[in-house]
């Protein structure tokens, strides 16, 4: 299916099932700038209200309908839904904060300490679960006190490892997102490529918090968490 396709879709059945929504992120940037979903954008954004609608809510109403849902964070204030393997589409629940409208992921420092510690520590604990898994008496002589003490040892330090493993993922990563002030935040309907959408009212302003004032001219390069202006930590 063409994204424009799985947009409507998506639309469609939140639509249906009485969800405000809008469009939001890198999706909403294409469709005011450029009047398409940029093609190199690899997700398809909707912001929803996490007082209005909860995750599971979204998961079981879209897992009923042939998508499904990618593994994230439990702390990520998005559910990713996946259809026909390959499309993505993310539905962030933004919350209210003082006023501000607020969505946040987690997500690693960007130096290549941390994303080489991170490997290091999660290769540490698959490694672990593994060999719980792999433990075969093949020579009962030969083995048996090898595998006894691995046996062991999974246990001795089995919460020792996943601690320090959690200490060193609150060390390397960092909860962030983008913020906006509540009063640019009232949805209106769009017409898009002759379908209604929902977009934010105010979305020029939306856009210049979150890609700077020259959000109008294309930039492939963009990382988010290094130039957006709007960033809430």
Known sequence: M?????????????????????????????????????????????????HE???????????????????????DQSIHLIKNDKDKVDINFYEVIENTAVVRWMIKKNDFFNKFKIKIFEGLIKNRLELSHSVQLKSFLGNALWYI??????????????????KVRE????YTGYSYPIELMDVVEFNFKGKTIQL?????????????????????NYIWEDEAKNLYV
């Open 200 to 220: 934010p009212q105010h979305k020029e302003k939306i856009l210049e918090l979150t890609y700077g004032e020259k959000w109008e001219i294309p930039n492939k």
């Open 53 to 75: 609608v909860s995750k599971n809510d979204i998961i079981k109403i879209f897992k009923s309908l042939g998508f499904s849902i990618e593994p994230t964070n439990d702390k």
């Open 149 to 166: 003490g691995s046996i062991m040892s999974y246990f001795m330090f089995k919460n020792y490892i996943d601690n320090l493993v959690n």
């Open 2 to 50: 063409k994204k424009d396709e799985i947009l409507f879709e998506v639309c469609d059945i939140l639509k249906i099932n009485s969800i405000n929504y809008w469009i939001c992120h890198g999706t909403l940037l294409g469709i005011v700038r450029e009047n398409r979903i940029l093609p190199w954008d690899n997700d398809i954004d909707i912001g929803v209200w996490a």
């Open 171 to 174: 060390e390397s990563y960092i």
